[in-house]
């Protein structure tokens, strides 16, 4: 069957140190995965795209890679801050033919603590 | 630029009544939206895509008789739960891209939170 999961429900970190959030595929092969921002009673945030054919991404201090050999990308987030505490979530393009159409993963909620 | 708009944010319903979810984009055309639900603690589950001027596509287990979509214009698009019970209340998330764009990012409204009493 198909699943993306992603490591932790929660994971909770010191302010200052390196997150690291882990999602996991099983019976895709997706052109691209996405991460995406989601805080509390709200709509996902997109944050970073990485496509098949790239190692890796980065966006200030957000880094992203994906290994489509281990079927699995990180996500990390460098110095982080209290402000960066939030549920994340990876997502792969599931369309046939690509496209728009994405499926998410199961989320890690990131505690970032003083 | 590329803002989602949801309306209502919140609503609350008795058994039986039907709602209606707007799905606005609010600075580009969105031949594509489509809709998600989240519960508690939960990811996103794709309910269905919207496609402007034609049937949505709804995913495996969705009922499309108690979902039901409509996208008449290129930037609204509607999902009216019927009859609806209380296993109807949930985070209800509509997303969309500007049309034209292939392997793009979702932009989401902020989410309807359904309460069914």
């Known amino acids: 069957s198909q699943k993306i999961e992603q490591n932790s429900e929660a994971l909770n970190i010191q302010e200052g140190k390196t997150a690291t959030l882990t999602c996991n595929y099983t019976?895709?092969?997706?052109?691209?995965l996405q991460w995406y921002r989601q805080d509390p009673g709200r709509g996902p945030v997109f944050l970073l795209l990485?496509?098949?054919?790239?190692k890796e991404k980065r966006k200030e201090r957000l880094k992203v890679t994906f290994d489509t050999t281990l079927k699995q990308s990180l996500f990390h987030i460098t110095a982080s801050q209290p402000a960066d505490s939030a549920t994340y979530l990876c997502?792969?393009?599931?369309?046939?033919?690509?496209?728009?159409?994405?499926?998410f993963g199961t989320g890690t909620q990131l505690k970032v603590e003083l | 630029g590329a803002v989602v708009s949801q309306h209502p944010s919140r609503v609350i319903c008795k058994s039986g009544t039907s709602v209606k979810i707007e799905c606005r984009s609010l600075?580009?055309?969105?031949?594509?939206m489509f809709w998600y639900r989240q519960f508690p603690k939960k990811s996103l589950m794709l309910m269905a895509t919207?496609?402007?001027?034609?049937?949505?596509?709804?995913e495996q287990g969705v009922e499309k008789d108690k979902f039901l979509i409509n996208h008449a214009s290129l930037t609204l698009s509607t999902l009216t739960v019927t009859s609806a019970h209380p296993e109807d209340s949930s985070f209800y998330i509509c997303?969309?891209?500007?049309?034209?764009?292939?392997?793009?990012?979702?932009?989401f409204g902020n989410g309807t939170r359904l309460t069914v009493t």
């Open positions: 997303s969309a891209t500007p049309s034209g764009s292939y392997n793009s990012p979702l932009h």
């Open positions: 019976n895709y092969s997706p052109a691209y």
């Open positions: 990485i496509r098949e054919n790239e």
């Open positions: 997502a792969l393009a599931t369309g046939a033919g690509g496209g728009n159409k994405l499926t």
């Open positions: 600075d580009f055309q969105a031949t594509t």
């Open positions: 919207s496609n402007e001027g034609s049937k949505a596509t709804y």
